[in-house]
Every structure is written in C-alpha cells, then in structure tokens.
C-alpha cells in the first residue's frame, strides 16, 4: 500500500510517501514559507522523486491537529481534494501521536508540547508499549502551569515545537533534531489506524482545533 501522508500542523512543512512502513521518498521543511505557498510544489517533487505519480497512491493521510488554525486548513483541504479526484480514501490522525513516533519504541512516557498561544499549550501523555503507542493523557489544551504539573506526575521526555517558545528546562527535553513534526511518521501512524480499519472518505475528514480561532472568539463577544 502506497501512502501520501502530510504534516502542516505547525512551523514544520513536510510531505512523504511510504509503500506499508518503508519511507520512500520524504521532504521535510522548517522555514519561514507558508504553507499555502509550498505544499503543493512539496508533494510534487516527493512524487517525483520517488518517480510516483498522485495515482499510484493508495491512502492518503494528514495530521489533523491540534496545532495551527491555518495549517490544518490548508493540509486537510489538500488531502480532501487528492481523495475527491482520484477516488481514494484517507486518514486523520493525531499530530501529538504522529509527533511521538520521532521516539518509536522508546521506554519513557512521551510529552508533546505545541504553542496554543495566551500561555497554552496542546500536550498529552504517551508511552509506546509492545510497540504500540499508548494513551496515558490525552490530547489536551493546558495552560503552563497546568502542564508543568502534568510533567512532574509522569517525568516524561518533552518534545515538540512549543518548547522553542515556553520554558520546560526544568524537565527532560528531547534533542532538538527529534523535537519537531514529521510527514513520515504521520503516515506510519496512518497505516496502523487503517489496519484497524480507521480508514475514511474525504467528507469526513475534519481538522481538531480543540479551541477556536480569534475570529470565532471575537465574533462570540
């Protein structure tokens, strides 16, 4: 089975293609760019350099959050229109979880931390157990505090994006080349939702915000 999976979630832009578990072709950004401007032209030339074509691929997989409002926008409208014209079914899977994976088979409970700005972050406890990635906390949106907390009841390796902006050195972070998303790992986790059978079509495929953007907010007040 041949996978395109994509990874917008944060800062990170990347776009891989696996046959089953075997990566074989992947781009992995973390630049100023947007992704609006580079998604495409990514997916285009992991294609390519795999000398693949959009209708070779079986599944097409995304990160569906949390993270940014504008990404996920972006990454899940992309995969929907990839399912729509080639008739191919997807999979949404947790970034938090996709994110953990930089750790495979790692003993230690796993912390991700993405900024949710106002001095939030998305976080969770994970551990991989048997191989399987288990879990202890779910996907959540915590304050500081809240998550400092968290991390002294677990004593977990802290990794992800958010710790380029708020202050865990307290706790044991990860090097700073395992600490950010990746496409590979977004499709790795996909296959193991679709051998469950998590498989969907692009009309269900939605993005988990787990908060709401300003415009929604200012629009409430």
Not at 3 to 20: M, Q, W, Y
Not at 24 to 42: A, F, G, P, R, Y
Not at 88 to 103: Q, S
């Amino acid at each position: 089975m041949k996978i395109l999976a994509i990874e917008t979630s944060g800062k990170v832009a990347s776009t891989a293609l696996l046959e089953d578990y075997k990566v074989i072709s992947e781009i992995v950004l973390n630049t100023k760019l947007v992704h609006s401007v580079m998604l495409i032209d990514l997916i285009d030339q992991v294609l390519r350099n795999a000398s693949s074509k959009i209708e070779d691929v079986d599944l097409f997989a995304a990160s569906i959050g949390p993270g940014s409002f504008t990404g996920l926008r972006i990454g899940v409208s992309t995969i929907k229109g990839f399912c729509y014209a080639t008739s191919k079914p997807c999979i949404g899977v947790d970034t938090l979880m996709a994110l953990c994976y930089n750790f495979w088979a790692c003993s230690d409970f796993l912390m991700p931390i993405l900024d949710a700005k106002s001095q939030k972050v998305f976080t969770g406890i994970f551990r991989f157990e048997k191989g399987k990635l288990k879990t202890y906390h779910p996907t959540s949106i915590l304050d500081i505090e809240e998550a400092k907390e968290l991390a002294k009841k677990y004593d977990p390796v802290l990794l992800g994006e958010g710790l380029d902006i708020y202050d865990f050195s307290e706790f044991r972070i990860s090097p700073k080349f395992l600490q950010y998303q990746k496409a590979s790992n977004v499709g790795i986790l996909a296959l193991t939702l679709a051998q469950e059978g998590k498989i969907c079509s692009h009309f269900d495929l939605i993005p988990v915000y787990l908060k709401k953007s300003y415009a929604e907010r200012d629009h409430d007040t």
